[in-house]
């Protein structure tokens, strides 16, 4: 979401069936109001936007500078969209059992609330498959998000006790061994991963009944597509590697 300027290409004032076309003013930046600054300065990084009163490019980045750097806080929601900022820097990892059965919390935007949200999602039945989208430009936090995701998700699969634990572990091995073929070092990311990928989860009802419907365990997983940027692994360029 944002604003970017641009030139209407000269043209002799027809249109392509020769009609007389009007001249297109230029456009102009969004002004942000001094009021409009304070009250985004006012709320002091609120966790998730649409609390914003004038949700636009300014304001947005604004309210994630002052988490990021204020409260230290990377994640910020726009519903349940989960907005990411690199910390550069390890973070507090919360409590896993938090999240379980929890209910939505707008106030607590995490990774595994999102992963909470699609796993009560299949246990009620609501919907036979879910699916989170990581994306994000080189540097985001894309992997490490992906790894926080799987991670809770083959703990909730297995936190009944009865689920298969070395399955789980297998799971969340694939990463490294992904990470080795597939990254390399860019001028802006000296870890950059030069690939995507689509794992896939799946879920078994274990025959116990829950608040929410039925208890899932892991009963599998599969890495469907892994598309490798070749181009930028085997051809690196000024201080790249």
Do not use: C
Request: proline share 6%; charged share 25%.
């Amino acid at each position: 979401m944002g604003w970017f300027g641009g030139k209407k290409a000269p043209s002799n004032g027809t249109t392509s069936n020769g009609r007389a076309e009007a001249p297109t003013a230029p456009q102009s930046p969004p002004q942000v109001s001094r009021e409009d600054k304070a009250k985004v300065d006012a709320a002091g990084g609120v966790p998730d936007m649409t609390a914003l009163e004038n949700l636009g490019e300014w304001s947005m980045l604004r309210n994630l500078e002052l988490r990021l750097i204020g409260k230290s806080e990377p994640y910020t929601l726009v519903s349940t969209v989960l907005v990411a900022v690199n910390p550069l820097k390890e973070t507090a990892k919360p409590d896993f059992k938090s999240f379980v059965d929890a209910s939505w919390d707008p106030t607590r935007p995490h990774p595994n609330q999102l992963a909470e949200l699609a796993y009560q999602r299949l246990q009620g039945g609501r919907a036979p498959d879910q699916s989170l989208v990581v994306s994000g430009e080189s540097g985001a936090g894309k992997t490490e998000t992906s790894k926080i995701v799987v991670k809770y998700f083959t703990q909730r699969g297995t936190a009944s006790g009865a689920g298969d634990t070395q399955l789980a572990k297998r799971i969340s091995a694939v990463s490294p061994v992904l990470e080795s073929f597939g990254n390399a070092a860019t001028m802006r990311n000296h870890n950059s991963s030069r690939f995507g990928r689509f794992v896939k989860l799946l879920f078994a009802p274990s025959g116990k009944k829950v608040v929410g419907g039925d208890d899932l365990l892991l009963a599998g997983g599969a890495l469907e597509t892994y598309l490798l940027e070749k181009s930028r692994v085997v051809r690196q360029g000024t201080g790249e590697r």
